[in-house]
């Protein structure tokens, strides 16, 4: 460690205000953390433990921006962040947030990078070099054009990194930034910021869960459990592979299939499902990979009605979807969405978990065993019935959110990047559950870009690329 | 129309709402010029009750959506008003607020009395042409002015940063509420909630599963954008640049032109 500290945390504690829904819950709790110019550092901890909190106060958004009771100080190069405005911290600590969507807010490229620029002053020529340096340096000339709307989650990403460097701050805060990303865009994003650190030696601090990859990029590591520093650092179990079932396919029928499909959203020109044919076999795990934009998404809408093919058929359980109603092939696919928060509205998540079911006029003593049995298999019984589900934590959100469709025991799931939020326990714990449904003859298909997650649920991988499917393949025994 | 088409066109209705990225001239225009355009075709359509002159307004407003090539949403956009102007004009015709020429229909049912005139009728049409000249300009404003124009047009008319961001925020969640209702539409569908079956209004549960994720997400996203705003240096200087400014051209003039000329006409033409 350098002599020089970019962060110190002395005693910091945070108390999140009490509301109706949610109980007053210390977040951080008498932490002392130091962390010198120029490291790499990978903080880590399960759902809940305080990672967001810790970089929130590394720009000065707690205590300033958000409310509750904060105890302690933090100094970024030597200055309290108590005595600056998050504004003045601006040049000296760049914060990147979990969701682009949440950050970008102008329509087009040049604006989003210029907007730093503008609020500080600078003088257009300024902004004028700033731009275009920062253009080139994370490759993004190309989609100057673009409006922002029309990027994909890997550029939007690079894109929200670009707006906050263009202010060359010396400390770089990132929450969780590969969550989303595929493969190719989690390695470009590393090694852009491999980059920042060595050219400029930028300390850069970041949160996240699927550590396998940053590991090993990381100078250093820091944990937290509870509001307070685990030491040593503890890193996180990999997830268990999971030997693969002899003879899935071979004994078990088709429940879904598609022949031929082809969509294209409203407005688009290029199709983004193009020809896909696909069985989806009971008491099988079919993992859908590939890069962001490649459609995977999409068929899993496909799958459920809210999308409907423009040419092909899809067969559910012998029935063409055009038939039926969403509600009715409800019944037989269960589709998790990607955000939980548009999911969950219910007072009590007992009322969450019933909601479902309730709508397919399931008799109440079967929901109640179903609601008992997805609390179990998700592991959030210690959350209770009565708590709000809108009160919880990321990770708590996106269980329950899987949870409420559980119940609706239909033939097939369907989850759509269920692992976002996730610590690697709870996705272990969802890793069993879904090979606990595949041993009931379930069939589960998941779209995920989680590598890790993939290898410990697939019994086959099924690639797209631009709406195709590029290779299918069984995991071998 | 299946359930499939059905899901369609709702889609393309809550598109219709929001900006469209194109590069028509009513895009390359600058953001005053049209919402100075808005307020004057709104108050001419609310100081007239002819529906002559609420008509030549209707026209000119469509005549603006036809230059722009902005037909298929700009009809969407009036379909979404269809009940509104139904509403409006029923209540008119049954319950006029004017009551004059020839008497078609005379009742008293209980408490309330219903007189359908000539003069009542002709009221009642230019209500409902009006719903549909302040509605479409406006429509026209949201689909060709983008937040990041819009805001910069406001901050060089020199008004203050918070007001000119809260605008253009207000103006950007038009398309991203719609997104988020859609959204929102499909995680509950997908949970077999009926939204075509029943009304919303005697349901209480649909109205929450709408409401409840729409009232998070809309708090969530002011929260997280004000925070991302603020940690990028937002209101730290009394005058922060305005990098691109927008600059009026040849087309500003051209409307503001036509309309003078439509104003006027409405104001000449005799009822």
Known sequence: ?477 | MTDGEGQRDRRHAYRAVGYIPADTFLHRMDPRTKLLTVLAISIAAFATISPLRTAILFAFVVCLAVAAGLVRPFSRGLLLLLPLLVFIVVIDIFFPEISSGHVYLSAQVGPFSSVITSGGLLYAAAKGIRILVIGGISFLFVMTTSYTDFVASLRISRLPPVIAFSLGYALKSMTALADDLRNIMDAQRSRALEFDRGTLIKNRRKLMALGVPMTVSILNRARYVTEAMQSRGFASTPRPTCYRPPRPGRHDLLLLVALGIVCLATLLIPV
Not at chain 1, 209 to 236: F, N, Q, Y
Not at chain 1, 329 to 354: K, M, N, P, S
Not at chain 1, 409 to 432: F, M, N, S
């Open chain 1, 1 to 477: 460690m350098t002599a020089d500290p970019a962060i110190e945390f002395r005693s910091v504690s945070f108390r999140h205000p009490a509301s109706r829904a949610n109980r007053p819950r210390e977040v951080l709790a008498g932490l002392d953390c130091v962390i010198g110019e120029g490291e790499r550092v990978l903080l880590t901890g399960p759902s809940g433990s305080g990672k967001t909190t810790f970089l929130r106060c590394c720009n000065g958004l707690i205590p300033h921006a958000r409310p509750g009771t904060f105890k302690g100080d933090v100094f970024v190069r030597g200055r309290n962040t108590r005595d600056c405005t998050i504004g003045d911290l601006a040049t000296t600590v760049g914060m990147v947030f979990q969701d682009p969507d949440h950050q970008i807010f102008s329509n087009d490229v040049i604006s989003e990078i210029a907007f730093g620029p503008e609020q500080l002053g600078w003088p257009p020529s300024r902004i004028d070099r700033a731009v275009n340096e920062i253009l080139e340096q994370f490759r993004l000339d190309r989609l100057c054009d673009r409006q922002t709307t029309e990027l994909s989650w890997g550029e939007r990403q690079r894109l929200a990194i670009a707006s906050v460097v263009v202010l060359r701050p010396a400390i770089l805060i990132l929450d969780e930034p590969f969550s989303g990303l595929d493969a190719a865009n989690a390695a470009g994003l590393l090694d852009l910021l491999e980059r920042l650190n060595r050219e400029s030696g930028m300390t850069i601090v970041l949160s996240e869960h699927r550590t396998e990859m940053v590991a090993r990029w990381a100078s250093r590591r820091i944990s937290l459990l509870d509001g307070r520093l685990i030491e040593p650092p503890v890193p996180d179990a990999p997830l268990r592979d999971r030997p693969p079932r002899p003879g899935a396919k071979a004994a078990r029928p088709g429940v879904v299939t598609l022949e031929n499909v082809a969509f294209r959203h409203p407005g688009k020109v290029s199709p983004a499902m193009d020809g896909v044919s696909l069985t989806l076999y009971a008491g099988e795990a079919t993992v859908l990979a590939g890069p962001n934009g490649s459609g995977k998404s999409t068929l899993l809408r496909l799958l459920n009605g809210l999308l409907r093919p423009e040419s092909g058929r899809i067969v559910v359980n012998g029935r063409d979807v055009r038939e039926s109603t969403v509600a009715e092939i409800a019944r037989t696919v269960g589709l998790v969405c990607q955000h939980a928060d548009y999911q969950l509205f219910g007072e009590t998540i007992a009322e969450e978990l019933a909601f479902a079911p309730a709508n397919l006029g399931t008799p109440r003593d079967v929901i109640e065993q179903r609601v008992e049995r997805a609390r179990e298999g998700l592991g959030i019984e210690h959350l209770g019935l009565t708590a709000s589900p809108l009160a919880l934590s990321v990770g708590e959100k996106q269980r329950v959110s899987i949870a409420s469709v559980l119940t609706m025991d239909t033939q097939v799931l369907a989850l759509d990047e269920p692992t976002l939020g996730l610590d690697p326990a709870a996705k272990q714990r969802l890793a069993g559950l879904i090979d606990a449904l595949c041993a009931h003859g379930k069939a589960v298909v998941i779209a995920t870009h989680d590598a890790g997650f993939s290898a410990a649920v697939a019994d086959r991988i099924v690639r797209l690329e631009r709406g195709r499917i590029v290779d299918d393949r069984r995991v071998q025994a």
